[in-house]
């Protein structure tokens, strides 16, 4: 069971544009919602997350949008920069000692173009 | 401060082979996580360490697959016997306790399997 859907597969940005990606999730008992960014040939790191207790974080360049009631998720990545160039993911899990039990999206590979 | 450190980087081995990964998780990092990303994939949990016990190994097909965690700081996973379809790269990630949401990833060891 996919529970946690990401969009798009790829993206391609120029440089300075806004970059959104998607995420969908079934399980209403995910309480915590991060997002990961992966260079090729490394781990993935985390990049910024959110709680359902807030419809927005904001960290730097990087925004979480939180909608709740219809159980959606979103990075906005402002001025995008060619370094941002990586796979990015959604993931999503319940809350207490469940945190770092992961539920990841299928990715989207970002390619900002110079 | 050292990240989480996994070895080998790189193997490979002939189907019915065994294989075993090491990972050692960041200093005071009780939690540990072996986590499989296929090609294209975004990560999936197969076992979840609290000190040196499995509280979560449901997704860890017991039939080939083993791990342990002797003392409690770094791990083992085992495969055996290697198939085809075990090809993937194997991602251990450790959190402290009073971060679990906070993932910290190795760089992987990327298993090939022929």
């Known amino acids: 069971q996919q529970q946690v859907k990401q969009s798009p597969q790829s993206l391609i940005v120029q440089k300075g544009g806004i970059s959104i990606i998607n995420c969908a999730y079934e399980n209403t008992a995910f309480d915590y919602f991060p997002w990961y960014q992966q260079f090729p040939g490394k781990g993935p790191a985390l990049l910024i997350a959110?709680?359902?207790?807030?419809s927005e974080k904001k960290e730097g360049r990087f925004t979480i949008s939180f909608n709740k009631s219809a159980k959606q998720f979103s990075l906005h990545i402002m001025d995008s920069q060619p370094g941002d160039s990586a796979t990015y993911f959604c993931?999503?899990?319940?809350?207490?000692?469940?945190?770092?039990?992961?539920?990841f999206g299928q990715g989207t590979i970002l390619t900002v173009h110079p | 401060e050292a990240g989480v450190v996994q070895s080998p980087r790189y193997k490979i081995i002939e189907k019915k082979q065994p294989v075993a990964f090491w990972c050692n998780p960041i200093s005071g990092h009780n939690t540990l996580y072996w986590y499989l990303q296929n090609l294209g994939q975004g990560p999936e949990l197969l076992i979840r360490y609290e000190n040196e016990e499995a509280v979560d190994d449901s997704q860890l097909p017991k039939d080939r697959f083993s791990a342990e965690r002797l003392k409690g700081v770094d791990s083992t996973l085992k495969i055996q016997p290697a198939e085809l379809g075990d090809s993937a790269v194997y991602l251990c990630?450790?959190?402290?306790?009073?971060?679990?949401?906070?993932?910290?990833f190795g760089e992987g060891s990327r298993l090939t399997v022929l």
């Open positions: 990630a450790s959190s402290s306790r009073d971060r679990l949401g906070e993932l910290f």
């Open positions: 993931a999503a899990s319940k809350g207490g000692t469940s945190y770092g039990k992961l539920t």
């Open positions: 959110i709680r359902p207790d807030v």
